[in-house]
């Protein structure tokens, strides 16, 4: 059972600004997603941006991407980049005020390259 639905709330919010440039992938209790459209990505009709699910032991947080463009993350506080698990993922139990403002410049920034990037890799297929 997921149990901090108050974190969660509050990493959708991030997200949420950018609902109307990109494409809403899902929109439940528990998992809010984010994809580019015109963009496939195997069977999926976008290509994954960003989701935020609420799990057993903490919210994770993925944005994808610092994946594909990890220098995005040069500028990313310490605070923030200790609640990385792997490459893409921030998991968080409580969320302060400064990181969903940093998380939000950061998918501020990474919207327009990622949207740059996957046009560019369009171009050569």
Same mark, same amino acid.
């Given at each position: 059972m997921a149990g901090r639905p108050e974190v969660f709330a509050a990493l959708k919010?991030?997200?949420a600004p950018f609902a109307d440039r990109l494409t809403v992938?899902?929109?439940t209790a528990t998992a809010?997603?984010?994809?580019?459209?015109?963009?496939r990505y195997r069977e999926q009709a976008s290509?994954?941006?960003a989701s935020v699910k609420d799990g057993k032991s903490y919210v994770s947080f993925h &944005?994808?991407?610092?994946?594909?463009?990890?220098?995005l993350l040069g500028g990313v506080s310490d605070p923030l @980049?200790? *609640?990385m698990q792997g490459k893409s993922c921030f998991n968080f139990t409580? &969320?302060?005020p400064e990181l969903a403002r940093e998380l939000g410049r950061l998918v501020g920034q990474a919207?327009? @390259?990622? *949207?740059?990037?996957?046009?560019?890799?369009?171009?050569?297929?």
């Open positions: 919010a991030v997200l992938t899902a929109d809010y997603g984010l994809g580019v459209p015109g963009h290509t994954p941006f &944005l994808f991407p610092v994946y594909v463009m990890p220098d @980049r200790r *609640r409580a &969320l302060e919207e327009p @390259r990622f *949207r740059a990037e996957l046009a560019r890799r369009a171009g050569r297929s």
